[in-house]
């Protein structure tokens, strides 16, 4: 299972390898705002930069820091003991290698393993051997990288309708390492998730928090949309510049226009299309890529 193409390692080590020659500027806040008068997006690291280091890993956090990413997209599921874990798929056969570790645990979901067993798990190992013995890191410890990077976080509640009561979970280790004081709210933090129920339920219990919809609403379903949410967070294959404009006529949650992430560009033509959408945001597993495509 652990495969990844010569191409895509190549790449990785060439990038990170030669990081201090493709390093752009970091960007600060004001930076952000001055981008985004200009036309630019914020470019978001999708799992980290996951074409570069294996998805929602320390690792590829760092990647995402050395290329100038400052903001980060993950995803947290909780394990069977209640631990909340950065994971992308409800099960963990394809970025570890769980089914050798565990071979009589099919079909290996997320929530039937303890913290412990999955702290056991490469995660690393699938995407190349320069990465073997990457863990599958605890919220907890995602958020210490970030800190440590000076990063912001898109936080993707994964599959809440597995996960009852996950949201105040995740509000609980926010608050616990300090990421829901005013600065991280204000700045570092927005919270989305595909669940409608989940991002009110965040909206209920942190009125103040930023929150997303991931999906594309019909525009006439987006006013009750506007309700609860801040960011309206579609795939790039549904949006048009027409869709874009339709969202950002309306004022979400806080009373601001709601903005437009989209999700996943990994090319530049495709970056240069969604920019001149006019979305304020672009997912991708490439950020430098879509920084020099749209910067």
């Known amino acids: 299972m652990f495969v990844r193409s010569a191409t895509a390692s190549t790449a990785a080590a060439a990038v990170l390898g030669a990081g201090a020659l493709l390093l ?15 036309g630019s997006p914020i470019v978001v690291a999708h799992r980290g930069a996951s074409g570069y280091a294996p998805e929602n890993t320390l690792a590829a956090i ?4 050395a290329l100038g990413a400052d903001w980060v997209e993950n995803d947290v599921q909780r394990t069977r003991d209640g631990v909340l874990v950065v994971l992308h798929d409800t099960d963990l056969k394809r970025t570890t290698n769980v089914e050798e570790v565990f071979p009589d645990r099919a079909p290996w979901a997320v929530k039937d393993f303890t913290a412990a067993e999955v702290s056991r798990l490469d995660a690393g ?34 599959s809440p309708q597995t996960y009852p009561g996950i ?19 204000r700045d570092r933090l927005v919270v989305q998730s595909f669940g409608v129920d989940s991002v009110r339920t965040v909206r209920a219990l942190r009125p103040d928090v930023t929150t997303g919809f991931l999906g594309t609403p019909a525009v006439a379903d987006l006013p009750s949309y506007a309700v609860f949410a801040d ?30 992430n989209t999700w996943t560009v990994n090319d530049a033509k495709k970056a240069a299309t969604a920019r001149s959408y006019g979305v304020d945001g672009i997912i991708s597993n490439f950020p430098d890529v879509v920084r020099h495509a749209t910067g």
């Open 24 to 38: 752009p500027v970091p960007r600060t806040l004001a930076s952000d705002h001055a981008s985004e008068r200009q």
């Open 125 to 158: 190992s699938w995407f190349g051997p320069r990465f073997a013995g990457a863990r599958v890191p605890t919220l907890t410890r995602f958020l210490h990288r970030l800190e440590r990077n000076d990063q912001k976080l898109l936080l993707e509640i994964k």
């Open 62 to 65: 760092d990647a995402a820091d």
């Open 231 to 260: 960011q309206i967070n579609p795939s790039y294959a549904t949006i048009s510049a027409d869709y874009v404009a339709a969202v950002q006529r309306l004022k979400g949650a806080h009373g601001k226009p709601l903005r437009v």
């Open 167 to 185: 949201e105040r979970d995740i509000l609980r280790v926010l608050r616990k390492e300090g990421w829901l004081d005013r600065s991280h709210v």
